[in-house]
């Protein structure tokens, strides 16, 4: 079983387009998260989700739109794509346990390139 | 605030060469501290990690000790194979949820 999953895997698109990445985690989670890493590694947080909640909103673009239906799934709305929006984003998820710092599990990611 | 510093790469080394990988942090309290590695075309992982000072994390002959007098979390392991070839990340997670990752290092075995 696939404790964190997203689709696609690849997505190729023209710039000025709107596309979505789903994740979906089945281990139970109450925190999901969006990262990008850049083509040099560069891991950076974008959002973070508590029980559907929005927790985490790092700088990034309002073109840039998290949607969680419910706590087992984080969706990642991207409009009017860029040049600069190609990457590879990463959904990731951890257990919310008070008093403990706790790993988080990460999907096989999303490789996005605008053409 | 609270970051991560690691050591550049790429990091070339020889089978059975000595790893080291540095890691130093800054946190404002007791944080926890985690190496995460990425495989080629993959997502990261957990490799180890330690929740307080002295702690020592290990998993598959890595290793790294927890040293708050230093701020550090190296990563060591006496001889590497070719199957570590990798991206490793160190991170901490301190209040919340929020981790801080390093900038990542590349790490290339040669037979």
């Known amino acids: 079983d696939t404790a964190v999953s997203q689709t696609p895997k690849y997505l190729v698109t023209q710039m000025g387009n709107d596309k979505s990445i789903k994740c979906e985690q089945n281990?139970?989670?109450?925190?999901m998260y969006w990262y990008k890493q850049d083509s040099k590694k560069f891991l950076k947080i974008m959002f973070s989700?508590?029980?559907?909640?929005?927790?985490i909103n790092e700088t990034v673009p309002n073109r840039f739109s998290p949607k969680s239906p419910d706590k087992a799934h984080l969706n990642l709305h991207i409009n009017s794509l860029e040049l600069g929006d190609s990457a590879v984003y990463f959904c990731?998820?951890?257990?919310?346990?008070?008093?403990?710092?706790?790993?988080?599990?990460f999907g096989p990611g999303t490789r996005l390139t605008v053409l | 605030g609270n970051s991560v510093t690691q050591m550049e790469g790429p990091v070339t080394l020889s089978e059975e060469a000595f790893l080291t990988i540095n890691c130093t942090y800054t946190?404002?309290?007791?944080?926890?501290l985690f190496w995460y590695v990425q495989y080629p075309g993959e997502g990261l992982q957990l490799l180890l990690k330690?929740?307080?000072?002295?702690d020592k994390g290990s998993n598959k002959g890595f290793e790294a000790t927890y040293r708050k007098e230093t701020t550090s979390f190296h990563l060591e392991k006496g001889s590497v194979q070719v199957s570590d070839s990798a991206v490793y990340f160190c991170?901490?997670?301190?209040?919340?949820?929020?981790?801080?990752f390093g900038t990542g290092t590349s790490l290339t075995v040669i037979p």
């Open positions: 990731a998820s951890s257990q919310d346990i008070a008093g403990s710092y706790n790993e988080q599990f």
């Open positions: 946190a404002t309290g007791y944080p926890s």
């Open positions: 991170a901490l997670i301190q209040t919340g949820n929020q981790f801080y």
């Open positions: 281990l139970g989670h109450d925190t």
């Open positions: 330690a929740t307080k000072a002295d």
């Open positions: 989700y508590n029980n559907k909640e929005l927790i």
